[in-house]
Nanobody, 124 residues
Framework: QVQVVESGGGFVQAGGSLRLSCTAS????????MGWFRQAPGKEREGFSC???????YYTNSVQDRFTASRDAATNTLYLQMNNLKPEGTAMYYC??????????????????WGQGTQVTVSS
């Protein structure tokens, strides 16, 4: 069964840090583009980081220099280190996978395998 499962969310004060994990099963990272997304209540799902099949990592300006994504092929796990969290970062965080290689890697419609999400709440 192909699936991804997120963990590591929680409650943190502004300026704090959290590390999210995404454990994948039934797939290998060299065949799937992986993305990190978040969705706040009443807002659209927003992509902010992605890792290509070759391991290149991309970020949007909103998280550049604060978030660090990585992957461990040995454990089939993605990690997202989030530093200097801001209250506007309160959202459900998801990882996602796709075998598509065209299109923007921040576009949620490009992905067809999603986890259940993990909640991140940042207090001011």
């Amino acid at each position: 069964q192909v699936q991804v499962v997120e963990s590591g969310g929680g409650f943190v004060q502004a300026g704090g840090s959290l590390r999210l994990s995404c454990t994948a099963s039934g797939l290998t990272f060299d065949r799937y583009r992986m993305g990190w997304f978040r969705q706040a209540p009443g807002k659209e799902r927003e992509g902010f980081s992605c890792i290509s099949r070759g391991g290149s990592i991309y970020y949007t300006n909103s998280v550049q220099d604060r978030f660090t994504a990585s992957r461990d092929a040995a454990t089939n796990t993605l990690y997202l280190q989030m530093n200097n969290l801001k209250p506007e970062g309160t959202a459900m965080y998801y990882c996602a996978a796709t075998r598509r290689v065209s299109g923007s890697c921040f576009d949620a419609t490009q992905y067809d395998l999603w986890g259940q999400g993990t909640q991140v709440t940042v207090s001011s």
